[in-house]
């Protein structure tokens, strides 16, 4: 039977799926079963809705086999290869560890080529696999393994490879690049082989059926046959807005002297948005800059104040030793010329600034002053003022003259210097941001111990007798062009290290390991000096080494070697200085159009780098710079970590040899780090440099801002899921494009991607780890609708910063609910009522809520909560009517309290739990009008009482662990309320504790319960275990019996039985068919998966109540009866628990209801007597066609409102 209804859904399943996509193929080779959830007939309940109450954030149906891998209850840190379509993910395969797929490109209609590093499935992706859908079938496609792949191109019948890596052909080597011909399944290098040693190629671009464009870090190509010898003719503009030629200066650890308040790490490192240096209540104010070593600044740039009221307007600057105002020079934001000032230096307001920068270009915003080595400018953000005179100088005043407002603030300040110096000292080093990157290094010998030379100087020192110790330090290299390096070395007098110093070997070296440079230089100078090492051509920073060759003084007792810092000066910057022509080691710079028909012509002197897009990079950008670019709208867009800015490069007449270039680069705030298309543009990833903030831009024509982060991105995904289309981002953040929102890994949808990839079949793979459920739920309750089936998460009650997990059913209009906080480390929590009025709020004292009893005839709610760390278990009895203040009855450590039932008449509640009251154990009555507590049955039943439940008007069921008088280990018993008596026990099911029972049908002939682990159905007078295969990994918190409606319900769904019920176990269960889910059901015939849930996030100790699945519907006949209890059950012989029971008072008590009870009876007889002559003379004398039946002169509603029971309690 099994075998035929999952069959049928098989069929169904892939009946319904998209019938291009290979996920038909899928599905059987994984055998793939779906599930329906059952239509609920939930017709005699409140809104037709079943509301389940959890401690959950996500909800979705279980509606496939494996789904369970994807619902973020799997292991999180596992990636896999992953199958999407039609909302059906498959796990094709788990990657194990030291497993990347870190590129997947579709191939043909069924495959994909999956590249990156370690084994999959026996084979090593560096090799590049081919993965068939329709086989499910991996080959491997190049011989040699390519140990870094940035892209892969498809071309018809060949496959580019492109990245950072050597491929040897036969006896040829070439870097970055390497093709394979589906064809005859061979791969080889291109007829350039290659673009040298170190080259990088980040993007291989289709421009059109005859060109592709290679993007990346290169300037040659590895075939020296093909370098041409000729001049180029073109100019190009550099966009000299983007050079920075002089050095930030570190003030990290300079001290400042200054009026009003100061953050003096913020003031160094403006990145923020407040005022780091406030002066209240004025318009002037000083602040001096010291600074640890004598400097020569070459510009300062001033960070006004984000406040207009605190905005410096007028401020001068006056340097020490020289105790002169300085001349500066600077930009003006107004007429875009340059302007010098003294004692009266202007600072325009941001708003000005700021309306100013959007309407003006680069070229009216900077300017190179002094010969061209200080550029100054301004922006939205700050302005920069040049000094005119070069005045070294050991402090800086910054004196504020006026202010905009009625304060004085700025966000801070920022000095440069014509010199990049690298300290010895490491810690000199250190930027005035912990953000800001590529700072220069050092690294000292570890053989000998280094100390600071003198205290308030900059140099390291080291005295030895032995050893050659040695320095190497880093220093920086902004961009390719012309430097003088020049090594600083202490004098000997200061420290009187003279007759100790020695001779060091200086020697630079590049990156790439050429000598540049090698000399000795004598330390035994008497004051500070400067020796020229090096000047010419550097693309990045040398390493430069101090090694000690010896002491001048062979005879000198013990050696001293100092080393200060080496300072790297600009010269001139290549993109500056470029002139018409070039080199072949400079032939290209980051782009080369290759067509490969070209390279059938002989005359290849004219081939290789000479075309307009090849030269555009060697003009216009940096050497040595890294681009990205991409194809959008017929157009070539090209960025650069080197360029803030996009280039925009289009073609005229379909020909990408005749090319149209736009002088100026689209804005980016920042240089760009990666260029990605999607459906409506392209996608950027820039990161600022001087605010180090990183951002996501869309552009389509205008740039808009997709997100920022103080964490760069390097990568993006584009992929499909649900019919929307999603960027995920590397650092974590997913925007959906569809709804251009953020859902930056939101609850119902959690992405943490290596790669991903889609044919135009609909199938999507993904390598990583996916998290999908459908419904996010932010208040811990959904709703299951009868008629549509569907889960609703809005218009449902709800607690604010609340989770509800319990309810009861009131009247047609109002509910009560049990809550608890969800602020991680919060207990608080309680009951809210809602109905036709303002919610109303009643206390437990924050304890959790094990039932709750409505009696309706006093409009009184009785709630019983269990012990917590706060406080102790308790029976509350709170007036809705609020005409009397709660009654609460409070138990002992330990004790506990779980259920309860009432008898109506007697005013009294039929308590359950584990605990002692007045004499009585774990079941006991409570007359909450006499405050009082009995026994029930004379004390017969006791243990762990879970639950009671009338089964009609004389039978009460009570389920747990019991005794009576003469059985233990029960674990239901049932009662007849009429004699008193039990009338059927089940002992001994090898079981634990009953925690809930549900009758099936409206007797006990048919039962279900459960203990907590396993579930056990009683029919034909038997019980059987038909607990679910869980591996033993089964938590069951709740049980309930629903109904279904078989007019929506599939015919394979049914079976063969008079009702309709399914009964639903909700909790914590560990499947081997289902993995982790939280719901099953059991339609008779078997058990299946309901739903599963993500847990909302709590702390490990925090306690979190059980939910439920809530019918709100009125089912009082189960927990309330009628019935009234004879004296045996509800006397008061049993004095109240604040009474002091002595023996004379009880002796007194029995003395009065004997005397009671005596005129008790001479008042039933005398009404006795009365009444049969009342009848005699009403048949002789009355008109017997005149009767009606008398009515009462009131109700037993008017009397109850007219005396209520609460005002006939003592207590009152």
Known sequence: MYIHKYTLLVLSFVAGLAQGSQINGVVNHFNITQYTAPHLDLSTVRNSQLLIFDDFQTFDYYTYKGQQIFTGLADERKNSLIYYSNNTYVQLAELPDGAEIKKIVPWGDDSFILSGRGVFEGHRLEHQLIYNLSSFEITEILKEPLEHVNDILTDGEVVYFGGGFTYNDGNLSGHSVVKWDATDKSSSLLPFYGFGQGSVVNNIIKLDDSNILFVGKFSTIDNTALLPHRNVSSSFLSNSTNIETNALASLRFSSLVHDGTLNSSAFVCPEGSADSWTIPHSTMGELTIRVINQMTPSKIRIYNSKDSNNQVNLFRIVTSPSRSIMNMTYVDPITGALAVCDAWCPLQPLSVLSNLAENSTSSVMAAFPNNNNVLVKWTAAYQEFAFVNRVPIQELTFIAIDSFGHNVGLLGIELFQAEYDTYVNNTLNQPNCDSQQNFPASVVSKDTVWYQGLPDQSYMATSFTAGKPSVTLTPSIPYPGIYTLNLVTPGCLTDNTCAFRGIVNVTIRAQNGTHLMNRWIYQNNENLKYDPLFRGYLDDSPNVVLEWIGPIDPAAANNVMVADRVTSIIDSIEDLEMKNGTSNSNLLNGLFQYAASNFTNTNLSTLVGSTNIDQYPVRNIPHSSSLFGQIYNDTLFIGSPSIDGLAKISRRKDDWNDIIVDPQLIDTEGPVTGIFPYSNGLALTVHSNQTNMASSLSFNGSISTIFRSNAPSLSILNLTIDGSEILVFDNGYVYNVSSQSDISNSETLKLSLLSAGANLEDDLILAGNVQSTKHFVPNGAIAIDADSNEVVTSGLPSVDDGIIYRGLFINDSSSAYAYYSKSLGSSKGGIVVYGEHEPEYLSTDDSTVNDMLYIKDSNLLAVVTSGTSQGLASLYIHDLSADFAPIKETFEIGEVINTMVLFGRNYTLLVGGTFTRNGCRDLCLYNYATNNWTRFMDGNITGDIRQLQFL??????????????????????????????????????????????????????????????????????????????????????????????????????????????????????????????????????????????????????????????????DVSFTSSSQIYLSNDNDNDDTPAASEPATHEKHTKKLAKIFVVLIALALALATVAVLGVVGVLFAYLFGDHNAYEPLKPRINEAEMLKTVPPEKLMKFI
């Open 952 to 1113: 009609d008007g004389n039978t009460l069921m009570v389920a747990g662990l019991l005794a009576s008088s003469d059985s233990k280990d029960l674990q239901l018993v049932e009662i007849d309320l009429s004699n008193m008596e039990i009338i059927s026990k089940l002992q001994g099911t090898n079981t634990g504790t009953f925690q809930h029972v549900l009758t099936v049908g409206n007797s006990s002939s048919e039962l279900i319960a459960h203990d907590g682990n396993q579930v056990f159905h009683f029919v034909d007078g038997q019980w059987k275990n038909i607990s679910p295969d869980t591996s033993g990994q089964t938590q069951i918190n709740g049980l309930t019996l629903l109904s279904t409606d078989f007019s929506q319900r599939n015919s394979i769904m049914k079976r063969d039985r008079v009702g309709n019920e399914l009964v639903v176990i909700n909790g914590n269960f560990s499947s081997p068919d289902y993995g982790d889910i939280n719901a099953m059901y059991y339609d008779f015939n078997g058990w299946n998966p309901y739903y599963f849930s993500v847990p909302r996030e709590s702390n490990s100790d925090e306690v979190i109540p059980q939910g439920q699945l809530f019918l709100n519907k």
